[in-house]
């Protein structure tokens, strides 16, 4: 392998590994919770010998060696998965089709327009917002449509800010909108995701995600959430339930299966989906907003619609965080159950 390509994947290789282990032991233990979801940090430790075997055998200039004709894999291979070890033409049929079709989804991730559209659905009202805290950011938001042609809802946060996050973003859209009209389940959908993403050598940080799937008949609503801040759901008689992870951070994990949970929408019901730079907005004191405030302003704004609801509280955070400027993007949905 050419001296220069082996630096380039060593050097993302070792960002990639800094940037887990700096989080593993930087972050409270509650975030982590959230974050790694059932799997306990046992999983991002098995990431982290993952990270370690591919650096150790960069040092020894074996990185994507085939173990069939001890020649070097393709680059383009080992900066899409690293773990990348037997030369295409030695693959067997089926294992070259799959891998045929991987490169085929990156091509058209790379070609693929991001347009936004916000569609109708039957008993649901939706509003949105989406602000960067500087020119471009990593948040996302979409709404889908699955192989049953039932509606998704998908929000995201891409660990990082600026440019390298809003790059990610866009290749996370682009590949949601490509996977996801191939499946109907949202588990399905993230773990082809995460399949797609965990080592991929351009991905040195992770992505939280949470999607869910709404049919329109059943008013059921079936989610994977991938270590995304729970989303509120906010009952009409004013309980609220928070709709927790069913599996890690897209990257963060070795891991192949998501579970999915469900609960069903009634009339009169809110559900609000969000990202760090809400609760994490600080005031002077250095005080977050925080989960309490918003449910507090979940049962005031109670029966209110939602874009009533997303404006007063943009007011709220700009009223409590003053004149700092946003340390985090911001990424707000949120939806009515009607009749």
């Not at 509280?313 to 949120?334: H, K, M, S, V």
């Amino acid at each position: 392998m050419e001296p220069s390509v082996l630096q380039r994947l060593k050097e993302n290789l070792v960002q990639q590994r800094q940037n887990l282990a700096g989080w593993l032991t930087g972050t409270e233990a509650q975030k982590r919770e959230l974050r790694l979801g059932p799997l306990g940090e046992g999983a991002l430790e098995d990431h982290l010998r993952t990270l370690d075997t591919a650096l150790q055998k960069a040092d020894e200039n074996t990185l994507g060696l085939c173990t069939v004709c001890h020649d070097f894999v393709e680059t383009s291979r080992l900066e899409m998965d690293y773990t990348a070890c037997v030369c295409i033409e030695h693959l067997t049929g089926e294992e070259r089709s799959l891998l045929e079709s991987e490169l085929e989804l990156s091509q058209k991730v790379q070609r693929a327009l991001l347009p936004l559209h916000v569609p109708q659905i039957r008993n649901l009202e939706v509003a949105a917002f989406s602000q960067p805290a500087h020119i471009v950011g990593g948040d996302y938001f979409d709404f889908l449509r699955l192989k049953d042609g039932s509606h998704a809802l998908v929000i995201a946060d891409v660990m990082g800010k600026g440019m390298p996050a809003s790059m990610l973003m866009a290749s996370l859209q682009a590949s949601l909108r490509i996977i996801a009209p191939e499946n109907t389940e949202p588990a399905d959908v993230v773990a082809r995701l995460n399949h797609l993403f965990c080592h991929n050598i351009r991905l040195t940080k992770f992505v939280t995600l949470f999607l869910a799937r709404y049919d329109e008949n059943t008013h059921q609503l079936t989610y994977c959430n991938a270590g995304h801040n729970p989303p509120l759901l906010q009952r009409r008689e004013g309980s609220i339930e928070t709709l927790r992870p069913t599996g890690a951070a897209i990257g963060l994990a070795e891991q192949t299966l998501f579970h999915q949970n469900a609960t069903s929408l009634r009339p009169g019901d809110r559900l609000l989906l969000y990202t760090d730079g809400v609760v994490e907005s600080v005031n002077s004191a250095k005080e977050e907003f925080g989960e309490n405030r918003l449910e507090d302003l979940l049962r005031e704004t109670m029966g209110r619609s939602p874009q009533h609801f997303i404006t007063t509280l943009r007011e709220r955070l700009q009223q409590f965080t003053g004149a700092a400027t946003p340390a985090d993007d911001t990424t707000i949905i949120a939806v009515n159950v009607g009749d």
